[in-house]
């Protein structure tokens, strides 16, 4: 799966800048308060001027577009197709009243960027089956940009995200203080005027923009998620808990102290070779690992259950169209059975074990690396929820995003360790 234009959209709405020349005070320019935007971390640049001429626009628009493009931005223009056409812009956006968006879906062709505004369903269904590539809706808020707006209510945003197949950010009236009241919304991101151009300090303020965004809209924007299975999605830490020195009883042998906490840390191949060595058992490490895995199959398959709020979790990540995979510590076998006792093994594309893999979460990132060279995707594409503090910062120091679970005991050990936090998945 290459990086599509739709996986693209989906990251590049989360923080969408809009320009407003209105905000630009004498010494200062356009192009400087752009510059401040991206460096602050904006994720797309629209350029809207209502006022300029044509060969105005174009001028501003090319030097605009290589500052952009320098920094990795694309850049949109705003309802003027010549100047998008001269510019050769990445894209164009447009209102309902701007013009016909087939023929503007026409004229540009297939590769560059589409957006559309709209306000309601009926717009909406439109838009998606004339060509538009994402939506800007709104006004979600009320707004000074634009006073004859109409606010979109909750109920009508919720519809709209729900039934959208193209990306969404949503647009008026949105500020640092309010970007939390959209996190259950399903838009990919948010479309900012004010609050980035009208700002004192641009970097600073579209800074803080951009971590409240990422905490907001977290899960839409990263077409692939990568589940930990026991803690996660599972309520099966209990089990494992006392697995070792259970096992090393039964083999009529007194179990070292401390013997379970240093197994939890392991992979069951691992395990298996620890408890081996460690007690000389007689037995083959294929034995042992099957004897270990025997013991607690029965459980994975009848007994345990999900943990709160993730089915219903589950299943709407998978109808917004994310990739859904597993990177165990628990065997393949044992994971398939959990997720098949609990409906929920249908929803994931790829369920890989460590014991697979030969390496343990906490060690290195190479069932997670497997599974996106699988997929072909990059890990900017890529969230990892977790609750191991040990894998979390193995993960972070290989570069993936990562949300961390509370597993009953762990918050302290992994709240400031992850990108995000999430004590269940209800709340999300």
């Not at 992979?267 to 408890?275: D, G, H, I, K, Y």
Request: proline share 1%; hydrophobic share 35%; charged share 30%.
């Amino acid at each position: 799966m290459k990086d599509s234009k739709k996986n693209y959209l989906k990251k590049a709405m989360l923080l969408y800048a809009v320009t407003d020349r209105s905000w630009v005070e004498d010494g200062d320019s356009l192009y400087n308060q752009c510059e401040k935007a991206i460096k602050g971390g904006i994720t797309l640049l629209q350029l809207r001027e209502k006022h300029l001429s044509d060969d105005d626009f174009v001028k501003e628009g090319l030097e605009i577009k290589e500052l952009c493009h320098k920094n990795n931005i694309k850049l949109i223009i705003n309802d003027n197709l010549e100047v998008m056409k001269r510019v050769d812009a990445d894209g164009i956006h447009i209102g309902q009243e701007d013009g016909n968006i087939r023929a503007i879906r026409e004229a540009i062709g297939p590769d560059k960027i589409l957006g559309v505004s709209v306000q309601t369903v009926q717009e909406t269904i439109s838009a998606v089956y004339d060509g538009a590539d994402y939506l800007g809706i709104g006004a979600i808020f009320r707004t000074s940009t634009k006073l004859d707006a109409v606010e979109v209510t909750p109920e009508t945003l919720n519809e709209i995200t729900k039934i959208s197949p193209i990306p969404t950010c949503g647009i008026g009236g949105v500020g640092v203080n309010n970007i939390v009241a959209l996190t259950k919304s399903g838009l990919n991101g948010v479309a900012i005027v004010s609050a980035i151009f009208g700002s004192d300090d641009i970097v600073k303020s579209t800074k803080e923009l951009k971590e409240k965004c990422t905490q907001a809209f977290y899960k839409n924007n990263r077409p692939v998620h990568i589940y930990d299975l026991d803690g996660t999605l599972i309520d099966s830490l209990g089990v494992w808990k006392n697995l070792a020195s259970t096992y090393i009883k039964d083999k009529d042998l007194i179990p070292h102290k401390g013997l379970d906490e240093t197994v939890l840390e392991l992979s069951l191949e691992e395990s298996s070779e620890f408890l081996k060595k460690e007690y000389g058992l007689k037995e083959s490490l294929e034995t042992i690992r099957l004897e270990i895995t025997d013991k607690i199959y029965d459980l994975y398959a009848h007994s345990i259950k999900l943990k709160s709020g993730t089915k219903e979790f589950i299943e709407e990540m998978y109808n917004n169209g994310t990739i859904l995979t597993v990177a165990t510590a628990s065997t393949e076998k044992l994971c398939k059975a959990v997720l098949k006792n609990n409906n929920l093994y249908k929803y994931f594309t790829i369920v890989k074990s460590e014991s697979q893999i030969g390496s343990s979460k906490a060690r290195d990132t190479k069932i997670c690396d497997e599974i996106i060279k699988e997929l072909d995707v990059k890990k900017e594409d890529v969230l990892v929820f977790e609750d191991s503090a040990f894998a979390i910062k193995t993960l972070k120091k290989n570069g993936y995003f990562t949300v961390g679970v509370y597993d009953g005991n762990n918050k302290e050990s992994i709240q400031d360790l992850c990108d995000y936090y999430i004590e269940d998945f209800r709340e999300e």
